[in-house]
């Protein structure tokens, strides 16, 4: 038996800590996981922290002709079935909220868009262990 599996496919988590828009951060972080898919990597997880909480904005409205980051997001996801996992204390701090944060708190809507999930610090550290790879943008 070979102890040292050179042919393993291997299993990424992607940490987004900046936001859609402002920097270069998110976008990369999209087109890595891109090119992982495209190199027959799996991605397994993507989680959003501090900042990159706000790639998960439903409200965001960028003009027809940018890139749109959110319904690229949305479309990866569907297309590899990762998750798309929002820090809830980060994301609660920016005014963030799912549908059952609006009703708790009496709000009339919420702004978190509906393929993202409000999730502890404990699905970042699940990813981490069962993921080959974890890499920070």
Avoid: H
Wanted: with cysteine; proline share 1%; hydrophobic share 45%.
């Amino acid at each position: 038996m070979d102890i040292l599996n050179l042919n393993k496919i291997l299993t990424y988590c992607l940490l987004v800590t900046e936001p859609a828009y402002g920097n270069q951060q998110a976008i990369n972080a999209w087109k890595f996981a891109n090119t992982l898919i495209m190199e027959g990597y799996i991605l397994n997880t993507i989680f959003f922290y501090q900042n990159g909480v706000y790639n998960g904005n439903k409200l965001m409205l960028p003009a027809n002709d940018e890139f749109n980051l959110l319904i690229e997001w949305k479309k990866l996801a569907k297309k590899t079935g990762c998750k798309l996992n929002i820090c809830v204390s980060a994301a609660l701090r920016r005014g963030i909220i799912d549908k059952t944060e609006a009703k708790n708190n009496n709000l009339f809507c919420n702004n978190l868009d509906e393929d993202f999930v409000l999730s502890g610090l404990d699905s970042l550290a699940e990813a981490m262990l069962i993921c080959d790879r974890t890499v920070q943008f």
